[in-house]
């Protein structure tokens, strides 16, 4: 029986995608929460801080795991944002025009700004997502002559976001390495001349991963951008808030993948018990007279973030609350962290109707 027909695999990747859409979910709603709770311009600050770390710390190592390394900058750039939103799910195109010039393509619907969230994203806030990444590509490649041009921007009602990476003759001043175009358009997409992994290397079990990590991620290098933007106290209300309302939307679409019911506590701490491990993280259930108790060992997501502040920790809390009120009524959790608000964390399940 290949890895594709078990069906105990496939119940994996059932709960790991149901992982990777809540954690999505939590992201945009994160934007939003703040766009509507500390207005547009601290939203685009926060994006762009956000959008510019991941690519600091994923674009070098992400052109080496594709192959892309020892391609024209141009070109390795666009390749690079076609493959890895690809592997995350996202639909992107991708359309060469020569080893200078190579267009990307984001078509409707937006990953990012799911159904209804891309009516509350202000064009600011877009435009700071191509500062903090697509802005940065050359400098990181350690070359000033690649710049981005964007032609469309679905949340200004064009038909989708799209630009081209282009190399010009000079190196590019700062505020010439994101500039705008919308007389252009970009080039229909070609689903034969794109480029694709090689299944060698990217066999089904390690794509089905990567779809969790990819939602996952962004979470991982938002919540500490968060606090070091708007400090401890404003971070840790912003990343419960959204946390909250997230669980309450997200619990039935959650469960049904992790192939549990509503109810009342024991079910409650059966969820989360089986979404912690959907999650890679080890974690221990007791029991005592209606109350339960799940002792999370490890919480992977932020294990190597060298900034992590124990206001992060208010992302989980405030998606269990959520989760929990999506559950049942009256159903009650509480954490209880270690020294540092690392792991391990000690969660407590129970009613509040005594």
């Not at 799940?294 to 989760?323: N, T």
Request: aromatic fraction near 12%.
């Amino acid at each position: 029986m290949t890895a594709a027909s078990d069906p105990a695999q496939q119940a994996q990747w059932t709960r790991w995608r149901a992982v990777a859409d809540l954690y999505h979910a939590y992201f945009t709603g994160l934007i939003l929460t703040v766009v509507t709770r500390r207005g547009t311009a601290d939203a685009a600050e926060f994006v762009f801080r956000v959008f510019r770390r991941q690519q600091q710390e994923r674009f070098l190592p992400g052109l080496e795991k594709l192959g892309l390394s020892h391609l024209p900058p141009a070109v390795a750039a666009a390749q690079y944002h076609y493959l890895s939103n690809w592997i995350g799910g996202v639909h992107v195109e991708y359309m060469y025009e020569s080893d200078t010039k190579a267009w990307i393509r984001y078509p409707p619907p937006r990953w990012i700004w799911k159904g209804t969230a891309i009516c509350g994203v202000p064009g600011e806030v877009s435009r700071a997502m191509l500062r903090g990444w697509h802005a940065n590509n050359g400098v990181a490649l350690g070359d000033l002559r690649l710049g981005f041009v964007c032609t469309k921007q679905s949340v200004d009602g064009q038909d989708g976001l799209e630009g081209y990476y282009h190399q010009y003759d000079h190196p590019l001043e700062l505020d010439q390495r994101l500039v705008f175009a919308r007389h252009l358009e970009a080039p229909l997409f070609d689903a034969k001349a794109a480029p694709e992994l090689p299944v060698a290397s990217w066999p089904k079990p390690r794509l089905e991963k990567a779809y969790r990590n990819y939602a996952m991620e962004y979470v991982r290098t938002a919540a500490p951008v968060m606090v070091q933007l708007f400090g401890p106290e404003d971070a840790g209300y912003l990343l419960h808030l959204t946390g909250k309302l997230i669980g309450m939307q997200y619990f039935d679409e959650v469960a049904a993948a992790l192939a549990i019911s509503r109810g009342g506590t024991r079910e409650f701490a059966a969820f989360l018990n089986a979404l912690l491990a959907a999650q890679d993280d080890a974690a221990e259930m007791t029991q005592s007279e209606g109350t339960f108790e799940i002792r999370q060992q490890s919480w992977k997501l932020m294990d190597d973030v060298v900034d992590y502040h124990p206001a992060c920790a208010r992302v989980m809390e405030g998606l269990f609350e959520g989760l929990a009120a999506g559950c049942g009524r009256h159903i009650a959790v509480h954490m209880r962290p270690a020294k540092g608000g690392r792991p391990p964390l000690a969660w407590t399940v129970e009613s509040f109707i005594r």
